[in-house]
């Protein structure tokens, strides 16, 4: 299947840092890729939508100024968590919907501690 | 808006037997509806999908039915190993729509 890489997997920082997280289509093209957080034992909690060249759709509670997201290319996203703190502490999950398929790809997931 | 509704959240299984998990949705324009297979600490992956067009597809140990009537499709394995176990999810979304729709989700466990 498509694969989508997302770097990096585990990052560590100090509280009011920033954190930069990347992801990457690698074999297909990519209009819009959404980005989730998700809390143990829950499900996907999707955070806001991204298509390339546009600005990201943010859900409702999603302080679009904490969490920056670029999609400058048909490959690539980026989600910036500005001042982290240690409630922004979480597992971050990004995926990208196949533009020929119409199929949706998932990236291995990064874990953020804020400490 | 679309509502997606999976059913059991949790369930286990001894090995070999089968597994079967479901999930209803509101939106009749919903064409497409992917499952997805989440190990800890891992994304999601993609194990099938099924397309409005079809009633059932198969890979392997793996089917998916659809029953766009009664809006609800089934993710069924069979002979069950302990590597099946996992969180499942499954979703639905229009093909050329821009959002998916996921369930809650059911963590299966395969007993050795």
């Known amino acids: 299947g498509a694969v989508v890489s997302q770097h990096p997997s585990w990052v560590i920082c100090k509280s009011g840092t920033s954190v930069k997280i990347e992801c990457r289509s690698l074999?297909?093209?990519?209009?819009?890729m959404f980005w989730y957080r998700q809390f143990p034992k829950q499900s996907l909690m999707l955070m806001a939508t991204s298509n390339e060249g546009s600005k990201a759709t943010y859900e409702q509670g999603v302080e679009k100024d904490k969490f920056l997201i670029n999609h400058a290319s048909l490959t690539l996203s980026t989600l910036t968590v500005t001042s982290a703190h240690p409630e922004d502490s979480s597992f971050y999950i990004c995926?990208?919907?196949?533009?020929?398929?119409?199929?949706?790809?998932f990236g291995e997931g990064s874990r953020l501690t804020v400490l | 808006g679309e509502n997606v509704e999976q059913h059991p959240s949790t369930l286990s299984v001894q090995e070999g037997d089968s597994a079967v998990i479901k999930c209803t949705y509101s939106d009749s324009a919903s064409n497409y509806f992917p499952w997805y297979k989440q190990e800890l600490g891992k994304g999601p992956q993609l194990i099938i999908d099924i397309r409005s067009n079809v009633g059932e597809k198969k890979d392997q140990r793996i089917a998916v039915t659809l029953n766009k009537t009664a809006k609800h499709f089934s993710l069924h394995i069979t002979e069950t190993q302990p590597e099946d176990s996992a969180v499942y999810f499954c979703a639905a979304s229009i093909s050329r729509g821009n959002q998916f729709y996921f369930g809650t989700g059911t963590s299966l466990t395969v007993i050795p």
């Open positions: 074999d297909f093209q990519a209009t819009t």
């Open positions: 995926s990208a919907r196949a533009f020929n398929t119409g199929e949706l790809f």
